[in-house]
């Protein structure tokens, strides 16, 4: 199997560490050798293994708020060179900007956007573009493990909790009364019902000083995970494809011949590589178009039959159908 192939729905193995400690602090510790012994790398774990432990836990623990517990194990060196460049980053500002340009390194399938509202709040923005069943509970636990994980490095940058800390999810993939927990546990409230999940944070905080900052240990990590993404950009065919998507403003015309050829391989080839990995290219242009139109969409200038012709639609109601699909709601419900 080729480079681009085993890297491609990859993740960091920092999430297997805080996995482990959570589950060796309830006493299960053969997770420890379950996940060493896991392929690819020593830095890049399956992600189809994470959702086989993640699985694994949530039967073993019979305990719902594990993956908010394990958030807490959090420290500047679980996602090595990623979560020290945020530790050590001058501001709550430019942690943010930092984790949404380094993102690709936690998970390719998981893309990070920075929006900021007309007021001037900043917003983190999460589309999954795992391939698999949204409705799959493994999958919205790692949702609110990614969410919980995030929020956590957030507020340990600061080390005096922030206090404007918002996380809206889709859905809640456990018992309503647990929500409290991880309010209390990440000092954040949760919201849910949203058409994103998101991290919300209040202007007033943004320019906030972190504490860890260093000018030196700050640049020199930055080199440091720009060459890893760099590299992982060239084995990673789902990064590949965005790269190429990313290229075009519009998306009309656009389909997995013209990909697979700027990849210079075949559709047939660029389909079986994403089959392997439980995808399409279908799936990966559908989830690529929901990102897209988010964000046009919260564009105050850009009506949905301007977005519906940009992401590559006949009409505005074809678009909207397919929007409804993908979150649950039409444009005009959620914008």
Known sequence: MSAVETLT???????????NKVASSMNIDQINSYSNHLPINHHRKDLHQLRNLLHHLAKQLNDPVFAIKAAKYIHPLSFSSFSLVLFTAPTVQQLLLNAVEYAPLLGSPLRLTYHQTP??????????????????????????????????????????????????????????????FMEQQLACVVSVDSAIQKICIRRSELSILLPAHEPDLYE????????????????????????????????????G???????????????????????????????????????????????????????GFSDSSCFSRSFKKWTGYTPKTKF
């Open 220 to 255: 020199s990590q930055q080199i440091l995970v720009r060459k890893q993404l760099v590299m992982l950009g060239k084995k990673d065919i789902l990064l590949q494809i965005y790269k190429y998507l990313d290229q075009h403003q519009n998306l009309q015309g656009i389909n």
């Open 9 to 19: 729905f990859s993740v960091h193995a920092g999430w297997f560490e805080l996995l």
């Open 119 to 180: 007021t001037g709040d900043a917003e983190l923005w999460l589309i999954n573009n795992e391939p698999f069943n949204k409705a799959s509970h493994v999958s919205h636990y790692g949702i609110l493990f990614y969410m919980s994980v995030l929020t956590e490095l957030i507020q340990q940058a600061v080390r005096t909790p922030l206090k404007s800390v918002e996380v809206k999810l889709i859905e809640w993939p456990i018992e309503p009364e647990y929500k409290v």
């Open 257 to 311: 011949e013209k990909v697979a050829n700027s990849l210079s391989v075949s559709f047939r080839t660029l389909n079986r590589r994403l089959a392997q990995q439980g995808s399409s290219f279908r799936l990966v242009l559908d989830k690529y178009k929901l990102e897209k139109s988010l964000i046009l969409l919260d564009k105050n200038n850009k009506s949905i039959s301007e977005v519906a012709y940009q992401m």
